[in-house]
């Protein structure tokens, strides 16, 4: 997790830059500097993404809010370094538990709800809601397959269930809560990826039996073959859900894209060469309940007959 990127008002770019106000608004035209919202700015080099970004609106923010508030939701999610499936990272959210209403403006979603002590804490020099309270903030607001990323990462990350049942609690009737439950009761620590989450997520609304995660298959000599995503050991199938960022893993220095795909060939052969049906999808897929449903029915069909 990086350090939230520095942002400087107009004075300090004077003082620090000798820059003028032209001066600025030209540096800003260029694209070497980004206005983030009224009198703050960042320098963001060409490799900064939308997390960078938002983390130096996130300082920008830090400096107008009050000493009750905390970062929130989006926010805080990535200050936990939380995934963040398919969300754009536009506005800073920020809850206040004083009294009042929220409120919305071009860089910023002000919230007004209850906020103890218990759920706030300092990360990276920014208050923020706890990892339990900002899962569960991040359930209740975002679609259910993003409530999951969320939530298994938060899990990977060391949460522990109660903490997250105890929050649950705290915000019984409070809007989004059910689909938030839900989130929280598919969520499962070995998830690795949000395309993964999504994917089971998909497979519980298409009522698609629950499958074992990370499964270990060894050949009849105990000799270890491969991992795999997702697993139904009793109908001898193997589920892999492929992304961008899983390849790229795979990839080794000096190694083309076309040894990396066959390399996976190989060893999805030799997963069938001991009996396993391999079936594949991707984020695409996901798009598509038709086939995706297809897709898996098939593999479970064929693979129970297999096994069997």
Known sequence: MNECVKTFTANELADRWALSAIEIRR??????????????????????????????LIDATGRLIGPSAAFSHLSA????????????????????????HGRISVDAHYRRCPLPAWQVMVMHGQRCTSLARTTLDLARSLPLSAGVAAADAALRNGLEPNELAEVAEFQRGW?????????????????????????????HQLGVPTPQLQYEVFDQFGEFLAR??????ELGVLGECDGRTKYEQLTVPNQSPAAVIMREKERDQRLRDHGWWVVHWSATDLNNDALFEHRLNRALQHGGTRAA
């Open 175 to 203: 809007p989004g809560i059910r689909r938030a439950r839900l989130a929280v009761g598919l969520a499962d620590r070995l998830a690795e990826s949000p395309l993964e989450s999504a994917s089971r997520v998909s497979m």
């Open 27 to 56: 540096e800003v035209s260029r694209g070497r500097l980004i206005r983030l919202r009224r009198n703050g700015y960042a320098w963001l080099g060409e490799d900064d993404d939308q997390t960078n970004h938002h983390l130096a």
């Open 228 to 233: 795999s995503d997702f697993a139904w050991p």
């Open 77 to 100: 999610a990535v200050l936990w370094a939380l995934p963040l499936w398919k969300t754009s990272l536009g506005r800073a959210w920020v809850t206040n538990p004083s009294p009042g």
